[in-house]
């Protein structure tokens, strides 16, 4: 049945690359969205995070628990980053340009110098799985099903929680949420160390199915950024429907014309969108909700 | 100050080699190991009293993989350090990037890469091995053992469009037949929707063009997706070695025409290795690229004594059209081609067995670069400073 | 002599006999540089000031505007293409090269208004028009990137893909008898230098211009420029349109210069060091623009030199180091420090913060 093979072919492209873009750019969605910061050392956040999860999983740690090991990770040496340069620079998002290229640059050198061009990998779980004529990786079902509870989990952490609240307070109103008796700083730290933990996360996750090496980062950024931007402010209203369409466009352009059209296909997608939409979807549902 | 440089150079004074290589950024994985064979082989040389009586002195910058660096530091050891030779680049188009500039200030310049072939410039001499030495080999084989159903996937770029050019053409020519061709543009890391052509398709073999890290990420993914299909490859392996780096089995099965690698099992090929590890114990493998910049530095010794101590370029030139410039490799004997100023080569066929060990079903010595000089670059007779492919050759005079 | 005046005044930095005594000596200085020091220095200054337009450029749209443009790689790549298919086609005789020079800045401009007309006009700012202009650039990069093929072609000029074009002839001067041409060498680097003189006396006319306060006025405050009479959207376009040209001037001298065009001039690397320049020298004024970016290619060029693998560690921190230190810039502190008691320009207002907009 080849009509049904495409189709579930299809289905599967769609599925892994929206996946890929949510994982990608949740983390710099709340980390731009919500603070306003632009967070050019997103993409060594993701390397910092593979490596992580790779160097524990050899010790013989189960997968899951070392990609939580990667986020971690991730998230401390976020928080650390917060600490130590990004709390000097709210209110000056464009200074975050450079700081945050000043940190990636180290970070990637860095990591060259103490470790070496590139660490050897661990081979994908799960195998293969055969659905009519064309078989497929099962481990990318399950970066699919955990890009929608990566979500799912976000939605309800900044919804649901008194510490969600708090944030979204911090944010909208920041001295008057400090007048009430919020530690502020406190929670833009949180809230920094959460998007970089997203960050290592998604590097955990794609770690065994990529090559590891300090560079790394950079393969995930340009799409990171797109989806975000396509996306709007907002991680939940805009990031979801942003990976959604994108990979619905970059998986149509793709099987139609090859990987290049994919790829220009997604660029030109986000010159349009802003065109049209200037503050993403979830600036065009705020509106509609106001 | 032009005025202040002696006219000749003084006996003792040390022959200066430029290097430019990157040594940080995407490339440093599999260039790192080229410095240290243009070391390794100074050492040796200098211990052995050097080139005519003359010490070897190295200038050595990082060009951090940015084709920006080698256009600043290509103008800088020509004219600053007034080295004798160059050994510069990594990538085809940091190659493009200094090539003007050697052309304008008149040096010599060794480019110890494996390439898509077709530069036909006086002031270059190749070491690399190039497209017709790697795939005059490699398909003919594979296709009598595993079918005539060939699928490409290539970098969008010059070198996989130019190799898919060269796989196309021997595929035709041997009978086969191209099932698919795909190019994937470089930094792409998600093989989805590749490896799915590639099952409906279903080639006897896949030939995988593919380079840089991002791309490298296509074995795991394909592996995972259960697609086991023969590869062939005239990059992976002998460049950044996936084998040694990559969880088997996901190159197994995977035939590469290498003109030298770590595995290479031959009595100078071991002790050569040795030699190297013992002044650099921690280098992770020597590539073929290593082995390339290696026997660069001896084939310029070879050449300088040759021209009687001379390091003039067009001294050199003249020694090497004589057509006998050779030099015992650890990989055999390689020449060069005074048409071409390519390089003759062993071509060995590695094999990747399913537990990433390495082991040679064939080798083709002495196998020549010899489309250039076919289709009329003949840099005795004219230097047109100019890169050629079989769809834009040379202009027939 | 009144249209002088205007060479100083409320929007650039350093004023009176003391600074065009400095300025001055400044430039003699650079004159008599070439016949100090060797060919390699000369050649490898001309490539310094060959990035300087793009900066100034830069300056002009971020600093004095107010908008990012992160992508102004995208009309220094345009024109470099640009410069090599003329050339490449029509030769370098009879001064044709020099004509290839304004086409291709003329198609940087068009592009540019064809682009800002979008952009401004659908009233995309701050942080997305950066992400825009970044697309736009990453766009080409990619485009270019897989031209390898020999299909690729504008009549004898090949694309050439990633590898990038070359074997384009340097400028060259028609001149009684011979041409001239200006391969990297001194009479190169005079055409340079005074090149750069002109573009940074022009740009400081421009900004105290009548036209100057009005972007400025903008950049402070949109809402009261539109509420006093002018129409912002044009003022934008416009600065847009003067900068994005300097950046195509950038890319022809680039070049012309190496012989050499390639994409990844375009990629997000080569995107974000005009940022990184105009910021580390501080983007609010054309001075500290010019000084910081030439001080900033030599300290990278030197540490990549000196610092073997350390180089990019040292880098990254310099910016980080810079941007907590200075807000304002490097060398914007560096003017401030002798006269600290003097008057202080306020300063320049960072664009609308997108996650307070969007809540």
């Known amino acids: 049945m080849p009509g049904f093979d495409a189709v579930i072919g299809f289905l599967y492209q769609f599925g892994d690359a929206a996946a890929f873009l949510v994982l990608c750019a949740s983390g710099l969605a709340i980390i731009f969205g919500m603070m306003g910061v632009i967070n050019l050392a997103h993409g060594e956040f993701i390397m910092g995070g593979a490596y992580t999860t790779v160097t524990v999983a050899k010790l013989g740690v189960p997968l899951p628990l070392a990609v939580l090991c990667g986020a971690l990770a991730a998230g401390a040496a976020g928080m650390v980053l917060e600490r130590l340069v990004i709390r000097h620079l709210y209110g000056r998002p464009l200074d975050t340009i450079v700081a945050t290229w000043g940190v990636s640059l180290i970070a990637s050198q860095g990591t060259l110098i103490l470790l070496g061009p590139s660490l050897s990998d661990i081979s994908t779980p799960l195998g293969s799985v055969e659905i009519g004529a064309l078989s497929y990786s099962v481990y990318r079902f399950v970066l699919m099903g955990v890009a929608a509870a990566i979500l799912l989990g976000l939605y309800v952490l900044f919804n649901f929680t008194r510490f969600g609240v708090l944030a979204r307070a911090t944010i909208q109103v920041p001295h008057m949420a400090e007048t009430l008796g919020v530690d502020t700083r406190l929670i833009y730290s949180l809230t920094f160390g959460i998007g970089a933990a997203l960050a290592g996360a998604t590097g955990g996750l794609y770690a065994p199915t990529m090559t590891l090496v300090p560079t790394m980062g950079v393969q995930f950024i340009t799409e990171a950024f797109v989806t975000v931007v396509v996306g709007g402010g907002d991680v939940f209203l805009g990031t979801a429907p942003a990976g959604i369409v994108l990979g619905f466009i970059k998986s149509g352009m793709t099987t139609w014309e090859g990987q290049l059209a994919g790829q220009i296909g997604l660029l030109v997608a986000v010159i349009l969108v802003i065109r049209v939409l200037p503050r993403g979807i979830s600036g065009l549902m705020l509106r509609e909700r106001a | ?135 005059s080999t490699l398909i003919p084989w594979m296709m009598e053992k595993f079918g005539k159903k060939i699928y490409t996937i290539a970098a969008d770029y010059n070198f996989g469009q130019i190799s898919a050019e060269w796989v196309r053409n021997i595929v035709k020519q041997n009978g086969g037949e191209m099932v698919g061709e795909e190019f994937i543009p470089l930094g792409v890391s998600q093989f989805s929707s590749t490896i799915q052509n590639i099952q409906k398709a279903k080639p006897d073999i896949l030939m995988t063009l593919l380079v840089g890290t991002a791309q490298s990420s296509y074995y795991e993914q394909a592996n995972a997706a259960n697609l086991h299909v023969p590869m062939g490859s005239s990059v992976n392996v002998g460049q950044a070695y996936e084998h040694k780096r990559f969880k088997p089995p996901s190159l197994a099965n995977m035939y590469v025409t290498t003109n030298w690698i770590e595995e290479v099992d031959n009595p100078a090929s071991k002790a050569f290795v040795a030699r190297w590890h013992a002044k650099f114990p921690n280098e992770p493998y020597i590539n073929q690229e290593a082995e390339n910049s290696y026997l660069a530095v001896y084939l310029y010794k070879e050449m300088v004594e040759r021209a009687k101590g001379s390091t003039k370029r067009d001294d050199l030139r003249a020694v090497i059209a004589k057509g006998d410039v050779c030099f015992d490799a650890p990989e055999g004997k390689v020449c060069i081609d005074p048409k071409s100023q390519h390089m003759s080569h062993t071509i060995y066929l590695a094999k990747v067995n399913d537990d990433h060990s390495i082991s040679f079903p064939k080798v083709w010595p002495d196998v020549k670069p010899y489309w250039l000089g076919d289709s009329g670059c003949d840099l005795t007779k004219k230097n047109p400073n100019a890169q050629y492919t079989p769809s834009n050759p040379p202009p027939k005079s | 002599m009144r249209f002088l005046r205007r060479l100083e005044g409320p929007q650039t930095l350093g004023r009176g006999p003391g600074f065009w005594g400095i300025a001055a000596l400044a430039v003699a200085l650079a004159a008599a540089y070439p016949l100090l020091t060797d060919a390699y220095t000369v050649g490898n200054t001309i490539y310094f000031f060959d990035w300087v337009f793009m900066a100034l450029g830069l300056c002009l749209i971020w600093g ?114 011979d041409d001239l041409v200006l391969s990297p060498d001194v009479p190169l680097y005079y055409v340079t230098l005074a090149l750069l003189v002109v573009t940074y006396l022009g740009l400081r006319l421009l900004v105290n211009s009548s036209f100057g306060n009005v972007i400025v006025a903008i950049r402070e405050n949109p809402h009261r420029a539109t509420m006093l009479g002018y129409d912002v959207r044009k003022y934008q376009l416009a600065t847009f349109v003067i900068g994005s040209a300097l950046a195509g001037l950038s890319g022809v001298l680039y070049t012309s210069w190496g012989q050499y065009i390639t994409p990844s001039s375009m990629g997000l690397t080569a995107a974000a060091l005009p940022i990184i320049w105009v910021a580390v020298g501080g983007r609010g004024d054309l001075t500290t623009t010019l000084v910081g970016t030439l001080l900033l290619l030599g300290a990278f060029q030197f540490l990549t030199i000196y610092g073997s693998q350390y180089a990019l560690v040292a880098m990254g921190l310099l910016l980080v180091v810079t941007v907590l230190l200075t807000p304002d810039g490097l060398v914007t502190a560096l003017f401030r420090l002798p006269r600290r008691l003097g008057r202080r320009r306020p300063r320049a207002a960072d664009a609308v913060d997108p996650g307070r907009e969007a809540a």
């Open chain 3, 64 to 177: 004095y505007g107010g908008a990012l443009s992160f992508g102004q790689t995208a009309f220094f790549g345009l024109s470099g293409y640009a410069y090599g298919v003329v050339t490449l086609d029509f030769g370098a005789d009879h001064g044709l090269t020099l004509v290839a020079t304004l086409l291709a800045v003329a198609a940087s401009a068009l592009f540019a208004a064809v682009l800002g007309y979008f952009l401004f006009f659908g009233r995309i700012g701050g942080v997305f028009l950066g992400i825009v202009t970044l697309a736009v650039t990453l766009v080409f990069e990619r485009f270019m990137a897989q031209t390898a093929g020999p299909e690729w072609h504008v009549g004898a000029a090949r694309l050439n893909g990633f590898n990038g074009m070359s074997g384009m002839p340097p400028l060259t001067v028609p001149w009684p008898g």
């Open chain 2, 1 to 135: 100050m032009a005025l202040l440089m002696p006219m000749a150079a003084h006996a003792a004074d040390p022959i200066k080699l430029g290097v430019l290589e990157d040594q940080s950024g995407d490339f440093a994985l599999a260039t790192i190991g080229k410095v240290h064979g243009i070391q390794l082989a100074t050492d040796e040389i200098n211990a052995a009293g050097g080139i005519a009586g003359r010490k070897l002195d190295l200038v050595i910058y990082d060009t951090q993989s940015d084709n920006t660096r080698y256009q600043e530091f290509m103008r800088r050891v020509l004219q600053r350090d007034k080295v004798d030779a160059v050994f510069a680049g990594f990538s085809s188009a940091s190659r493009e990037a200094y090539r003007p500039i050697v052309d304008q200030l008149n040096g010599l310049a060794f480019y110890n890469n494996q390439y898509e072939g077709g530069v036909c410039d006086a002031h270059m001499i190749v070491t690399g091995a190039v497209p017709e030495q790697q795939f």
